[in-house]
């Protein structure tokens, strides 16, 4: 059973920083990509970053290039995305989602519809 649950979101003053987790079970993170997505209130959902299964590629939405990095750990089957700097417009719900490989570099990375699975999503607020 394919399940991912992200944790680590919370409350933090502009400029802070949080690292969200996405504990992936049921495949294994070398075999798909995982990308990062967030929706604001009111808003559509928006990409974030995403990394490629085989080869770890990583990219990044314009918004964020510079200040948030993903990355994973093989052995917890788990992708962090470490968010530095924060602005008080990163405030949303951060979802990860599952796709394949070729998606990624297919020009869809951002295409939330190309993702199967996803997490329930973690609450991130940047505020004073």
């Known amino acids: 059973q394919v399940q991912l649950v992200e944790s680590g979101g919370g409350l933090v003053q502009p400029g802070g920083s949080l690292r969200l987790s996405c504990a992936a079970s049921?495949?294994?993170?070398?075999?798909?990509?995982i990308g990062w997505f967030r929706q604001a209130l009111g808003k559509e959902r928006e990409g974030v970053s995403c990394?490629?299964?085989?080869?770890?590629?990583?990219f990044y939405a314009d918004s964020v290039k510079g200040r948030f990095t993903i990355s994973r750990d093989n052995a917890k089957n788990t992708v962090y995305l470490q968010m530095n700097s924060l602005k008080p417009e990163d405030t949303a719900v951060y979802y990860c989602?599952?796709?394949?490989?070729?998606?990624?570099?297919?020009?869809?990375?951002?295409?939330?519809?190309?993702?199967?699975?996803w997490g329930q999503g973690t609450q991130v607020t940047v505020s004073s």
């Open positions: 989602a599952r796709t394949y490989d070729w998606q990624i570099v297919s020009g869809r990375r951002w295409n939330d519809r190309v993702y199967d699975y």
């Open positions: 990394l490629r299964g085989a080869d770890g590629s990583t």
């Open positions: 049921g495949f294994t993170l070398g075999s798909y990509a």
